[in-house]
Nanobody
Framework: VQLVESGGGLQQAGGSLRLSCTVT????????IGWIRQAPGKEREWLAC????????LYAASVQGRFTDSRDPDKNSVYLRMNNLKPEDTAVYYC????????????????????WGQGTQVTVSP
């Protein structure tokens, strides 16, 4: 399975971006797909997890209400809509696949995700 992120870029604070994660080599229905980011000098931070089996997407408290995760099985893709961006959202954003096909209580653990994309840079200016 391969994951490719796109949609990053430079945005002003208060603006919005939508990141895409396109999966090839397998179906997104076979995985839980997570979004994780890493800011310079900081550890990776889990943001959200979605799967076919979950009724609701799981979100980290830091992005709940601002970020929205969605799935499009027809395009074999997952999206992260980010609203009201803040300078502290500046990071490289990754999508990653967990071979368990559901998001659970430990989906915040970034080591649960076996397959990763290359990342896309998001920079938010003040």
């Amino acid at each position: 399975v391969q994951l490719v992120e796109s949609g990053g870029g430079l945005q002003q604070a208060g603006g919005s971006l939508r990141l895409s994660c396109t999966v090839t080599g397998s179906s997104i229905d076979d995985y839980a797909i997570g979004w994780i980011r890493q800011a310079p000098g900081k550890e990776r931070e889990w943001l959200a997890c979605t799967s076919r089996r979950n009724v609701k997407t799981l979100y980290a408290a830091s992005v709940q209400g601002r970020f929205t995760d969605s799935r499009d099985p027809d395009k074999n893709s997952v999206y992260l809509r980010m609203n009201n961006l803040k300078p502290e959202d500046t990071a490289v954003y990754y999508c990653a696949a967990d071979t368990r096909d559901f998001c659970g209580s430990d989906s915040w653990r970034v080591d649960r995700y076996e397959h990763w994309g290359q990342g896309t840079q998001v920079t938010v200016s003040p």
